[in-house]
C-alpha cells in the first residue's frame, strides 16, 4: 500500500514567482514547478491567491480559472493533463 500521501493534506499555499507551494498538515512543505500547470502560469498574483483548499484539504480548486488540483496528484508529480488545442 502506497502511504506518501494517505495522510497529506494542504494547510496552506503560497506561490513563489515560478513555483507552487503547499504547507501539508503533517508539517512537510512542497514547491511544484507553475510549468505543471499552464492555467496558474498564465495567471495574474491575484487570480492564483483566489483558491479554495477543499476536500478537508486533499485538493485546490480555482474557480476563476477552471482549475482544480490533488495534492496527491502533486505528491507523486502529475502535471496538467488537460488536452489544449
Known sequence: MNTL???AKASKV???ADCLWLALSD?????VPL???PRLLK???E???KLVI???GTGLHWEELDEDISVMGLLVGTPDT???E
Not at 508539517?27 to 514547491?31: E, F, S
Open 5 to 7: 500521501g494517505l495522510e
Open 14 to 16: 503560497w506561490f513563489s
Open 82 to 84: 488537460t488536452k489544449r
Open 35 to 37: 510549468a505543471f500547470f
Open 47 to 49: 487570480q492564483r491567491a
Open 43 to 45: 495567471a495574474s498574483p
Open 27 to 31: 508539517g512537510r512543505q512542497l514547491a
Open 54 to 56: 477543499s476536500g478537508g
